[in-house]
Structure formats: structure tokens, C-alpha cells
């Protein structure tokens, strides 16, 4: 992925709402090494890709166990591509966070996944795991 962003890329999603530039390539390789660590596997897959111009979509598929819980999960992500220079410049991905809240979370995701304040405590911890990788 990070072979495929352009240097001042943009990255949005519900847990990461606003990364830029090397920040991007950090949180992917955050991500792949959790990854690679989880006994339970991951599998991705994609469709629906499509492009216009400087402008792509797809829909992926995110199939992992989640580091934090060692919770299964099936992410349905729908994401938005602009293009610049070849590569990619912005990059927004879409999914239920609710719903990812409770595959990661179980009953606490239930009860508490749908609140502003528990998206905003996932997003301030995956920041400074971010953070912590960044100053490394």
C-alpha cells in the first residue's frame, strides 16, 4: 500500500479520521504487523473497482482477528481514491463503525460502540499507538 501513495497522501476512516504523508505508511505497518503476529489469520479481498479520471472506488473486505480482543472480525469497507502523479493522494474508507465495534469489542461494543465518546477513546488509543511507532 505504501508503494501506491503519493508523498502528501491523505487517509480517512472512522478510527484514523485524518492522517497525512508518512503518518499513512505508519499506520499500515502498525496494521500488517499486528497482523502478522494474530494466530487467527487475515484474508482481504476486493471488488467493485472501478475508476474514472482522478477518481477510483472500490468495496474490501477485511477478514482478522483484532489484536486488542483476539475478536474476529469481517470489515466491510467502502473506499475512495483520488489520483495524482500515478499514485494515490486521498484515500477515504467507509464502514460501520458500530458494527466494528462490536465484532472487536463483544458486549462493551454493544452497549457503548454507537457513542461519540467510545469512537473518540478508539481513536486517541490508536493515535498514540501511531504516535509511539512515529518517534521510534
Known amino acids: 500500500m505504501k508503494s501506491c501513495y503519493h508523498p502528501n497522501i491523505h487517509f480517512s476512516d472512522p478510527v484514523f479520521p485524518d492522517l497525512n504523508g508518512q503518518e499513512v505508511g505508519r499506520m499500515w505497518g502498525m496494521l500488517i504487523d ?26 474490501w473486505e477485511a477478514h482478522y482477528v483484532f489484536s486488542g480482543t483476539g475478536r474476529k472480525i469481517h470489515n466491510l469497507i ?37 457513542t461519540p465518546f467510545f469512537k473518540k477513546k478508539v481513536q486517541a488509543t490508536v493515535a498514540r499507538r501511531l504516535e509511539k511507532i512515529g518517534s521510534k
Not at 489469520?41 to 473497482?49: A, M, R, V, Y
Not at 473506499?79 to 458500530?98: N, P, Q, S, V, W
Open 78 to 114: 467502502d473506499a475512495e481514491f483520488t489520483f495524482k502523479d500515478g499514485k494515490i493522494i486521498g484515500h477515504t474508507d467507509r464502514f460501520d463503525f458500530y458494527r466494528w465495534a462490536r465484532m472487536a469489542f463483544g458486549v462493551k461494543g454493544l452497549a457503548l460502540g454507537w
Open 34 to 59: 499486528a497482523l502478522k503476529k494474530s494466530e487467527g489469520g487475515w484474508k482481504l479481498t476486493f471488488s467493485g473497482i472501478t475508476t474514472s479520471g482522478d477518481r477510483g472506488k472500490c468495496r
